[in-house]
């Protein structure tokens, strides 16, 4: 191996598996930092808007109950010894004409990229299964436990207390959406009671779906200033018809669109990681075929 090539071998790999390194450091130090203090990631929550139903106790409760922060930890200081590791063999292979480590390093790699190659074809394959079990999952939580606004004269005056309708509401009025199809979601939803239960000018609205279902003035003003928003026709006319003035797309569908919107982007950036990685694997067999030589010829 000419030594210009060598040279760039070498380069390529300890800029490649320095990146490694520091990455794995900082993931062992956050991780590290959550265990000996999450007063910090707590006080993220500190502060909560009153219209959400949600408080820095809550999150606590939550944390505490099911050592989450605790299991993301070990998880991260998991992943950055993993990552860490990685780094340090092809660095120090590079630098030290290790083939021990050079070997090692280039096995590692080839698995990962044979472990992403095949997630990514079964992803491919089973794509329309774990569609239809998102929908047939979504679908449940509108049935079972969608329950919708605190919603009085003409106004949404509170979010709902229970997190499930809470992300539905949110997402619904955010991504302009109604329910997991479109609006006759909501014609099966046992513990929403619409019939009576919203009124538009002292007269009850027979609703056949909620008002986050409705096309609004700015849909990002929930839930923080829910009371700010207002409907681009009516909330009756809405509420009565499923499409008068209502958003009609699925939010199945919608996020699939706003993923698309994004995939080309994620498919170079896995072409350009699986390059890299394919490249790392070579450079590192390449060298330590000359480090070989390199040897046989000393002795």
Avoid at 251 to 269: G, H
């Amino acid at each position: 191996m000419c030594c210009l090539a060598e040279g760039l071998a070498k380069l390529f790999l300890f800029v490649f598996n320095t990146v490694f390194f520091i990455i794995g450091v900082a993931l062992v130090g956050i991780g590290a930092f959550v265990l000996v203090d999450d007063s910090y990631i707590l006080s993220a929550f500190s502060y909560v808007p009153e219209t959400v139903p949600v408080s820095s106790t809550d999150v606590q409760s939550i944390l505490d109950g099911t050592s989450f922060l605790k299991s993301a930890a070990y998880i991260l200081i998991a992943v950055g010894a993993f990552v860490l590791l990685i780094g340090f063999c092809g660095c120090c292979g590079a630098c030290c004409k290790n083939r021990c480590m050079l070997g090692t390093y280039a096995f590692v790699v080839l698995l990962i990229f044979i472990i992403q190659v095949a997630g990514g074809a079964v992803a491919w394959v089973f794509r329309t299964k774990a569609e239809t079990y998102l929908n047939d999952y979504l679908t449940s939580t509108i049935t079972y436990t969608y329950n919708g606004e605190d919603f009085i004269g003409g106004q949404v005056i509170a979010v709902s207390t229970d997190t499930i309708t809470l992300a539905w509401d949110t997402m619904q009025l955010q991504l302009g959406c109604c329910g997991v199809t479109n609006y006759t979601d909501y014609a099966s939803a046992e513990a929403w009671t619409a019939s009576g239960a919203y009124t538009y000018d002292s007269v009850a609205i027979a609703a056949v779906i909620p008002p986050s279902c409705c096309q609004v003035n700015d849909g990002s003003l929930y839930p923080v200033s829910v009371t700010e928003i207002t409907p681009m026709t009516t909330w009756a006319g809405c509420m009565e018809t499923g499409h008068t003035g209502a958003n009609l797309g699925g939010c199945v569908t919608t996020v699939k669109e706003q993923l698309m919107n994004y995939s080309l982007w994620v498919m170079i950036a896995g072409i350009g990681l699986g390059t890299v990685e394919l490249l790392g694997v070579v450079f590192a067999c390449c060298l330590c075929k000359a480090y070989k030589k390199e040897d046989e010829d000393y002795a």
